[in-house]
Structure formats: structure tokens, C-alpha cells
């Protein structure tokens, strides 16, 4: 009796924490659509990331207080070190080099780019965690890999011959993304959910603010109404809600899973920037966006 019910509280966890890694996923993969509205008003990448995060950043620090309030347990100097470490690397450089990126590529382009961050944190877990890498990964590897490829030859029949170079900014966010996925599966269990989103985001916001005083001026800020729009847009949507469900999500379905179920991803973002963006898609595109998917759905099959 007892095993039963464990068993249906199990379940139910993991279908709660399927949802909201499926919400998360869908949340992000509307930021790019945002992202290359927004450059339509010729702002640069890191303007327009200071308004994410500036219309973001007061959500957080309210969260934070009322975590904070909730407990008596003080998070501890190591932690909170790893904590700014994962806030700079998960939010801040990812984020800024996905900005940067989206200047040159098509938003579909970059979804599925940052899609492949399930093949990373599998090679970065064997490399760090000494996890056995099985030879069904290698080939959803090659796969992925492959339908990459094919969708980089998409964009640079459509958007132009800077395709290569906006791919290794996305590229790098999406290593970064994947350092932050393993790093936060540690420290999530000790220190929260909630906690460690609020002040990971904390982190990320204030260097976008002290590298936007340092580059920018404040005239900068002296944009079209919306650019504003687009700017709170990203920070309800794309920011603040996904973030707190992938942290949930991760914590009740760990951080492999989670990221596994980001293959909504690249399919909702192809079929947005369709109807916002009237993107061109091709059966090349296409193809190799089936290419990933199938290689990620391979690797979740070998992982279990």
C-alpha cells in the first residue's frame, strides 16, 4: 500500500515537473521572437538586454525578500559563491552571447542551436562527472550535429554570409546554458529552487546594469515605446516565468529530463517566427530541425 502510493507521488511529480519544463521551453523559445522584433528599431544587443533585464530585475529581488522571509536557514558562503558563479554563466553570458547572435542569424537558426544543449551536458557530464557516454548518444550526436549543419545552410541562402559568425555567439550561449543546467542540478537540492533562480538572476541583471554603464550611455535608454514593450515582454514571458519553472522543473525531474523536453523548442519557435517574423522556411530547414529533434529524442531514449 504504502509502495503504491510512493509510486503515484512519483508519478505525479514527474508529470508536474514534464509541465513545467514544457512551459519553460515554450516561454524561451518566444524570447528570440521578441529579440528580432525588437532589432527591426535598429537597438543594439546590449541595450536591448539591459531592458530585459531592467524590467526583470525588480520580480527577483521581491522574490528573493519573500524567500528569504520564509526561511531561517542561511545560505552558506560557498554556496552563494557557486550561485554568482551560475548567475554570470547561465544568465548573463549566455544571454548576452544569444543577443549578439540573434543580430546575424534567423530566430529559428538559434532555437535550434540552443537546442543542442542536451548533447553538451551529456559530453560535459561524462567530462566532468565521468558519466559513461552509450553508443546510442554518439550516434543522437551526430545527428544533431548534422541537422545543424543543414539549417546553417538554410540561413545563409536567406540571411546572408554573417551566418557563421552569429552561430559561434549562439554556440557559446548554448555552452554556457549547458555549464549552468549541471551546475544548478547540484545546487538547486540545497539551497532551493526559488532562492537560487532569484539570486542566480540578481547576479545576471546586475552585470547587465554595471556593463551597460561602462559601454553605454545613458541616452540609450531614450527609445521607442517599443522597444519598452518588447523589453517587458521578454522579462515576464521569457525571463521570469520560464526561469522559475525550469528551476522546478529541475527539481523534480532533474536536469537531463528537463533538458530533453526542450525539443518543444525549436518546433514553436520555427512556427512563430513563421507568423511574427514571416521567416522563409525550406524542406533543408525543415529536415535538419527533424535531424535534432531526432537526435535529442534518441538521446533521452539512451539516457533512460
Given at each position: 500500500?504504502?509502495?503504491?502510493?510512493?509510486?503515484?507521488?512519483?508519478?505525479?511529480?514527474?508529470?508536474?515537473?514534464?509541465?513545467?519544463?514544457?512551459?519553460?521551453?515554450?516561454?524561451?523559445?518566444?524570447?528570440?521572437?521578441?529579440?528580432?522584433?525588437?532589432?527591426?528599431?535598429?537597438?543594439?544587443?546590449?541595450?536591448?538586454?539591459?531592458?530585459?533585464?531592467?524590467?526583470?530585475?525588480?520580480?527577483?529581488?521581491?522574490?528573493?525578500?519573500?524567500e528569504e522571509r520564509k526561511t531561517t536557514k542561511k545560505i552558506s558562503r560557498k554556496n552563494m559563491s557557486f550561485i554568482?558563479?551560475?548567475?554570470?554563466?547561465?544568465?548573463?553570458?549566455?544571454?548576452?552571447?544569444?543577443?549578439?547572435?540573434?543580430?546575424?542569424?534567423?530566430?529559428?537558426?538559434?532555437?535550434?542551436?540552443?537546442?543542442?544543449?542536451?548533447?553538451?551536458?551529456?559530453?560535459?557530464?561524462?567530462?566532468?562527472?565521468?558519466?559513461?557516454?552509450?553508443?546510442?548518444?554518439?550516434?543522437?550526436?551526430?545527428?544533431?550535429?548534422?541537422?545543424?549543419?543543414?539549417?546553417?545552410v538554410h540561413d545563409v541562402q536567406f540571411t546572408g554570409n554573417h551566418v557563421l559568425f552569429g552561430s559561434a555567439f549562439?554556440?557559446?550561449?548554448?555552452?554556457?546554458?549547458?555549464?549552468?543546467?549541471?551546475?544548478?542540478?547540484?545546487?538547486?537540492?540545497?539551497?532551493?529552487?526559488?532562492?537560487?533562480?532569484?539570486?542566480?538572476?540578481?547576479?545576471?541583471?546586475?552585470?547587465?546594469?554595471?556593463?551597460?554603464?561602462?559601454?553605454?550611455?545613458?541616452?540609450?535608454?531614450?527609445?521607442?515605446?517599443?522597444?519598452?514593450?518588447?523589453?517587458?515582454?521578454?522579462?515576464?514571458?521569457?525571463?521570469?516565468?520560464?526561469?522559475?519553472?525550469?528551476?522546478?522543473?529541475?527539481?523534480?525531474?532533474?536536469?537531463?529530463?528537463?533538458?530533453?523536453?526542450?525539443?518543444?523548442?525549436?518546433?514553436?519557435t520555427i512556427a512563430m517566427a513563421v507568423v511574427f517574423l514571416n521567416e522563409p522556411v525550406s524542406s533543408m530547414q525543415?529536415?535538419?530541425?527533424?535531424?535534432?529533434?531526432?537526435?535529442?529524442?534518441?538521446?533521452?531514449?539512451?539516457?533512460?
Open positions: 500500500m504504502h509502495t503504491k502510493t510512493f509510486r503515484n507521488t512519483l508519478n505525479s511529480q514527474v508529470i508536474i515537473g514534464l509541465l513545467l519544463a514544457s512551459g519553460a521551453a515554450l516561454g524561451f523559445s518566444a524570447k528570440a521572437i521578441f529579440v528580432k522584433l525588437a532589432y527591426t528599431y535598429n537597438v543594439d544587443a546590449v541595450t536591448l538586454l539591459m531592458f530585459r533585464m531592467m524590467f526583470a530585475f525588480p520580480f527577483f529581488i521581491a522574490i528573493a525578500f519573500f554568482i558563479i551560475m548567475g554570470l554563466i547561465g544568465y548573463y553570458l549566455s544571454s548576452l552571447f544569444d543577443f549578439i547572435g540573434l543580430q546575424y542569424v534567423s530566430a529559428g537558426l538559434e532555437r535550434l542551436i540552443l537546442f543542442i544543449y542536451p548533447t553538451m551536458v551529456v559530453l560535459l557530464s561524462a567530462l566532468f562527472f565521468n558519466q559513461r557516454i552509450r553508443k546510442e548518444a554518439f550516434f543522437a550526436l551526430a545527428l544533431s550535429y548534422a541537422g545543424i549543419a543543414l539549417a546553417m549562439i554556440l557559446a550561449s548554448t555552452l554556457t546554458y549547458s555549464l549552468f543546467l549541471i551546475g544548478s542540478g547540484e545546487l538547486i537540492p540545497k539551497v532551493g529552487a526559488r532562492r537560487f533562480t532569484a539570486y542566480a538572476m540578481i547576479v545576471s541583471c546586475l552585470a547587465v546594469f554595471v556593463q551597460f554603464i561602462v559601454t553605454r550611455n545613458l541616452s540609450a535608454l531614450n527609445q521607442p515605446t517599443a522597444i519598452y514593450g518588447y523589453g517587458l515582454a521578454m522579462a515576464i514571458f521569457s525571463t521570469v516565468i520560464p526561469a522559475f519553472l525550469l528551476a522546478a522543473a529541475i527539481a523534480r525531474i532533474g536536469a537531463s529530463r528537463t533538458s530533453i523536453i526542450g525539443s518543444l523548442g525549436p518546433v514553436a525543415l529536415f535538419g530541425a527533424a535531424l535534432v529533434l531526432g537526435g535529442i529524442f534518441i538521446l533521452g531514449k539512451s539516457k533512460e
